[in-house]
């Protein structure tokens, strides 16, 4: 089973970082993971773990990720997901990655590879830090970081950490896209003013439009 070792600390709160404007260079390397709660922006390290963000970046672009579930999910801890059969022993039909510790510190927000006990299984399971989780540093990937959203991973369900975090009915990804590949958000029509609206209508106008539509 792909698991991350869990062992006694002090969750440490941090706030998340404010989330900058995207430079049309950084699309490439941003995440937009959307749950029930709400979007999620993650900015990719390829500095810190290049052959991981190449991974991720490929699953993301075949939609991998669409619908898998939050399976592990441990408060002040961390949220892990990744595995479509949802059990935490599955992953994806790409090979393994090379382990690609760093000495980048395990904290609220910071996203990094699942993996079982040997160094070079990390696949397709990753998690996001809920809290302070330093005992990963040079033991597991770190590939990139939440820059804004932390909100919504806050609402993921929960188990606890008395059944490893394991989640009954767990909440799940909506949708993982690239930023350069991700639609933008439609905006409302804005209404024509009072004073600009036409007297009459146009006498050319249909006059048995199916109800609901202009």
Do not use: W
Not at 66 to 92: E, L, N, W, Y
């Amino acid at each position: 089973m792909v698991f991350i070792n869990r062992r006694a600390f002090l969750a440490v709160s941090l706030a998340a970082l404010a989330a900058p404007a995207l430079a049309d260079d950084d699309k490439d390397n941003t995440l937009i993971l959307v749950t029930k709660h709400g979007k999620v922006v993650i900015r990719l390290r390829p500095d810190l773990a290049p052959k991981t963000v190449t991974q991720i970046k490929t699953l993301t672009k075949r939609k991998f990720y669409d619908g898998i579930v939050f399976h592990r999910v441990i408060p002040d801890f961390m949220a892990q997901t990744g595995d479509p059969t949802g059990t935490g022993s599955g992953g994806s039909d790409l090979p393994n990655i090379p382990a690609e510790f760093t000495a980048t510190h395990f904290k609220r927000g910071t996203v990094g590879m699942a993996r079982s006990s040997e160094p070079n299984s990390a696949n397709s399971q990753f998690f996001i830090c809920l809290g302070d989780a330093g005992f990963l540093d040079n033991k597991y990937t770190v590939f990139g970081e939440v820059v804004s959203g932390m909100e919504a991973v806050d609402k993921i369900k929960a188990g606890t950490a008395d059944n490893n975090g394991a989640v009954d009915n767990p909440d799940k990804i909506v949708s993982l896209r690239l930023a350069s590949d991700a639609k933008p958000d439609a905006k409302p029509k804005p209404k024509p003013k009072a004073s600009e609206a036409p007297a009459d209508a146009p006498t050319d106008a249909p006059t048995d439009a199916p109800a609901g539509q202009d």
